[in-house]
């Protein structure tokens, strides 16, 4: 019984845990939100009192959210002065916004999550499917950002120089497709650096669509990008010397037959780079925090949306390389290898 009463005690703690990291999620949206960790970003220790005249606040409110920032360890307090300090290493974590690790939008998602709890609830029940454009907004405005930073730092610099010979060709010229755009900041991260290639994204959804062109716009590249409505099974077009997925064909309902237009659609010597979410082949080979977010947003959103589209295969944010590959395989491609990893992303290259 001791035992017993050890273990569950030791279990609670981890549940209350977890319990104050969601109450948590909320405080790092208000923070965001308000400014209020830009604020004190590199300004030394600083008053409740002075921080919310640099943010324009009311003290109380803003005392309360800093006890709550210094008792989770994400800012530090000084007792004898009764000021807080933002550590500098978390400003890349916390203010900086053009940071790779920069987390505030990160916590749109599990937002969106609880508005759509009773389309979950409903989808357990009957097997059926939640679209992506069913979701709340802060799904798709959550997401977009909170990527947009891990490909501004990986995708140019990391991730196409590991495929063979496509650095080279996008440098003369290439044309490229983006499947499943989103919000449009990897064909823009390309376009940027690529000048003398043309960029085509594809998306199903009509606000991201709209956001992408805006992006595209205020980024300088509208002339040699542009975005489409399409399927990933039936988007236009063919010759193309890249095809790219982004975090996205996991989601798709028929991955093999959006793998088999791929293999149409791509120039005899293209390439076709699929970037998936972080995961090894089996459950065990995914414990950790990782692990844990990507399969319970893979619950709600990922399965929810392939559900929804004809098929509905659920491959789920963890498939891992193996099943990828299967994917692949299985839709004509001839090799497949997974060319990198990061902590967040693994990205496999397929050569017809």
Sequence with gaps: MAVQERTTEAFVERAVADLAACYGGVMVSIGHKL???????????????ELAARTTTEERYVREWLNSQVVAGYIDYHDESETYELPPEHVPVLADEESPVFMPPGFEIPASMWFDQERALEAFRTGEG???????????????????????????????????????????????ADVGSGHGHSTVLMASAFPRSRFVGFDTHAESIEAARAHAEAAGVADRVEFQAADARSYPGTGYDLICFFDCLHDLGDPVGAAQRAHEALADDGTLMLVEPYAGDAVTENLGPIGRVYYSASTTICVAHSRSEEVGLALGAQAGPARLTDVLLEAGFRSVSCVHRTPFNIVLEARR
């Design 35 to 49: 400014g209020l960790y830009r604020a004190l970003a590199g300004q030394g220790p600083l008053s409740s009192l």
């Design 130 to 176: 939640v679209p992506w454009a069913d979701h709340d907004s802060r799904l798709q405005c959550g997401v977009a950002a909170l990527y947009r930073n891990g490909y501004r730092a990986s995708l140019v610099p990391e991730w196409l120089p590991s495929l063979d010979g496509v650095v080279e060709k996008l440098e003369r010229g290439a044309l490229v």
